[in-house]
C-alpha cells in the first residue's frame, strides 16, 4: 500500500517561486515512476510533469508544456520524496497540485488514469 505526503503549497505573488514536496512510502521508489498534476476548480486534472528511471540511478522528466522553462522536478532517494520548484509563478497556475506515483511497471507517462497511488492534494494560489 503505497503513500504520498504533499506539502509546501500556499499564496504567492505573480513572479514569486514556491517549493512543493511529497514524502512516499510504502513502494519501491527507486524504480516507481513519480508525477505531479494539477486541478482547478471545474476543470479536469491537468498533467504537470513526470519522471521515470531510465537507468540506474538515471532519471528523466517530461514537462508539460504551461510549465516548460519555469519548474523542475526533483528527487531525493535518501528521503523517498520528490520535489517541484516552481518559478515566475502565474495566476494561471493557481489549482490544487497533486503528487501520484506507479507500481514500477515502467509504463506511467502523461494520463491520470497511468498511475496508482495519490497524495491529498495542496492548493497554491498565485495572486496577480
Known amino acids: 500500500q503505497g503513500r504520498l505526503v504533499e506539502s509546501g503549497g500556499g499564496l504567492v505573488q505573480a513572479g514569486g517561486s514556491l517549493r512543493l514536496s511529497c514524502a512516499a512510502s510504502?513502494?519501491?521508489?527507486?524504480?516507481?515512476?513519480m508525477a505531479w498534476f494539477r486541478q482547478a476548480p471545474g476543470k479536469e486534472r491537468e498533467f504537470v510533469v513526470t519522471m521515470r528511471r531510465i537507468g540506474n540511478n538515471i532519471y528523466y522528466a517530461d514537462y508539460g508544456d504551461s510549465v516548460k522553462g519555469r519548474f523542475a522536478m526533483s528527487r531525493e532517494g535518501a528521503k523517498s520524496t520528490v520535489y517541484l520548484q516552481m518559478n515566475n509563478l502565474k495566476p494561471e497556475d493557481t489549482a490544487v497540485y497533486y503528487c501520484a506515483a506507479d507500481r514500477g511497471q515502467g509504463t506511467a507517462r502523461y494520463r491520470s488514469s497511468d498511475y496508482d497511488y495519490w497524495g491529498q492534494g495542496t492548493q497554491v494560489t498565485v495572486s496577480s
Open positions: 510504502g513502494l519501491s521508489f527507486s524504480s516507481s515512476t
